[in-house]
């Protein structure tokens, strides 16, 4: 899947000399949590967020450190903090240093980027020009899309009971053969030994996602690997 059939076009967005809050403003009327920051000729400069308003002045949310801590702040740190916390435009309180995506990225990549720089939203830029903008509203709109609707796919149930052993044999880790399925008219029963008590949530999964499945009904048991000690599974 490409950035570009799931961003968010045209982009709301504000200028680096528009008040701050100007930007507040459209954020909460658009109930949107930041705004890329354009130039002229649609140029990205910046962006700024609800992160960038949680220390300010008027609020009496300005970093505090003890004395000894501010003793070993730079100068210039000091100084752009104040900025930071105390400046009334846009261009004041933006972050500058923006990660960015082209439209025929993957959706993959932008999520990988998003976890990596811990960031809610990624820019969609053409050369330096702001096109859309990616968001995790965005993706979860997407994934909302991409899952099936329960009751409208018929799959008869030796093919449900062969699509599950086939996921779950695809996994690293699902015990091989230590499992066998069942299925009755959409039931998946889920029977045997499993070596990690996380293996089982994780095998219902697997079958739960297996289309044509209604429910699963769970019959494994925990088998400790070093006793030997054998639980039964939790009562229903």
Known sequence: MQVETVMTSPVASIEPSAPISQAAGLMLSRKISGLPVIGAEGTLLGIVSEGDFLRRGELGTKRKRSRWLEFLVSPGKAADEYVHANGRRVAEVMSENVITTSRDASLEDVVELM?????????????????????????????????????????????????????LASQPWAGAGMLRVSVNE?????????????????????AENVAGVK??????????????????PPAP
């Open 115 to 167: 976890t990596r720089h811990h960031v809610k939203r990624i820019p969609v830029v053409d050369g330096a020009k702001v096109v859309g903008i990616v968001t995790r509203s965005d993706i979860l709109r997407a994934l909302l899309r991409a899952l099936p609707t329960p009751g409208l796919v018929a799959v008869g149930d030796e093919q449900i009971r062969q699509n599950i052993v086939a996921e």
């Open 186 to 206: 959409g039931i998946a029963e889920l029977e045997g030994a499993i070596l990690d008590e996380r293996e089982r949530q994780a095998a219902i999964v697997a």
């Open 215 to 232: 429910a699963v009904t769970d019959r494994m048991f925990w088998v400790e690997p070093l006793s030997g000690t054998m639980l039964n």
